[in-house]
C-alpha cells in the first residue's frame, strides 16, 4: 500500500472565505496538498455560521477546513502584502474567492501574476463573473439559487423553495477542483500553469440547462415536491400505515415488470394511457392514482418485498436523524481546536492508498512545517 498521496509535494495557497473555494481546497488537502488558508485578522467569517460543532465551532469550517494551515495576513498592510508575496512565490495553485477585482487592488492582479509565475495555476472564484451587468453585485448561494431559476423548479407547487444545502457553493467548488486537476494533469505535459475563472451562476446555468430546454421547448418545468418532472412514477406513495415510500421507474421495460410484479395488473403495461413513459407524464395523475391503490393495500414489509421482487429502485424518505444511523454512512473523524469532530467521509475511495485527514486550524496557527 503506498503512503504517498497524489497531490504530496504540492503548495496551494488559498485566499479564500465561506464554503465554495474552501470546499475546492479542502479536496486539495484531502489529496495531500499543503494548504495555506490565508485569512483575514478576524477570520474567514464562515468560522462564526453557527455553533453546532464541538467546543462551539461551526460545522461549515470544521467540514471545509481539515488539513489545512491558518496565516492570518492582513492585506491592508505593506507587511500582509510582503508576506502574501511570499505565499504565492513558492505556490503551484493559487485559489481566491475575493470580489471581482479586490486582489488587483491590493497590487496582487492575477493576471500579472500568471504572467511572473508561468507555472502557477490561478483559480478564481466569483459570483457572475469579472464581466457582465452583475460582475460586480455581491454573491452567495442562496441569491444564485434566486437569480439562475433554480428556487422556481425547487419545492412544491404553493412555494419556490431553497435547495436544502449550500448546492451552489458545493457545486462551485466541485468545478474548480475539477479544473485545477486537469491544470495540473495539463501543467505535467507543457509545463504551463492556468488562470482559471469560475463563477456560481455558470456553474447553476449549466446544471439547469434540461430544465431550460424544456421552458424553450414550449414545457415549462413545474414545482412537484418528491417527483421528477419528466419522468412517471417516479415520486412518493403511501403504504397500509402511512409510510412514506419513494419510487422510480426509469423505462418501459422497467414499467413492464412493475406492472406485471408490484401492481399484479400486467394490463396496464399495454394501455395507451401508459405504455410509454411520455405517456405516463403526461397522464401522471392517472398513473400516480393506480400506483397508489396499491401502495395503500399494502403495509410496509409487503411493499418492500413486491418492490424487490419486480427489481424497482425504491428508498426511504428518511431525515437527518435516519442519516446519522444509517447503516451506509461513512464517517471520518478530524482533530479540531475542541476536540475530534467525526463527520461523513468524502465519497472517493482510491483502493490502497490509505488517505490522512489533517487537522482543523485555529485562527492564528503557524503556517510553517509540511503535512
Known sequence: MSSRLPLDGLTVVAIEQAVAAPFCSSRLADAGAR???VERPEGDFARGYDDVAPGGQSSYFVW??????SAVVDLATDAGKKELRALVAQAD????????????RLGFGVEDLCREYPRLIACSISGYGETGPLASR???????????GLSSITGGPEAAARVGISIVDIATGATAHAAILEALIARGITGQG??????????????????????EGGRAPKRVGLAHPSIAP?????TRQAKPILISIQSDREWLKFCTVFLREPGAAKDPRFSTNVARA?????????VAGVF????????VARLTEADVAFASVNDMAALSTHPHLRRISVETPAGPVAFPAPAAIVRGQERRYGPVPALRAPTGGSR
Not at 234 to 238: I, L
Not at 282 to 290: F, V
Open 35 to 37: 494548504v495555506i488558508k
Open 138 to 148: 455581491k454573491a452567495y448561494d442562496l441569491l444564485i439559487q434566486a437569480e439562475s
Open 296 to 303: 395503500a393495500e399494502l403495509n410496509e414489509d409487503e411493499a
Open 234 to 238: 417516479y415520486g412518493v406513495f403511501m
Open 93 to 104: 495553485v493559487l485559489i481566491q474567492n475575493l470580489k471581482p477585482g479586490a486582489l488587483e
Open 64 to 69: 471545509l477546513n481539515r488539513g489545512k494551515e
Open 194 to 215: 492556468a488562470d482559471i475563472r469560475v463563477s456560481m451562476f455558470d456553474v447553476m446555468a449549466d446544471w439547469l440547462a434540461v430544465p431550460l430546454l424544456h421552458q
Open 282 to 290: 403526461r397522464n401522471r395523475a392517472e398513473t400516480d392514482a393506480l
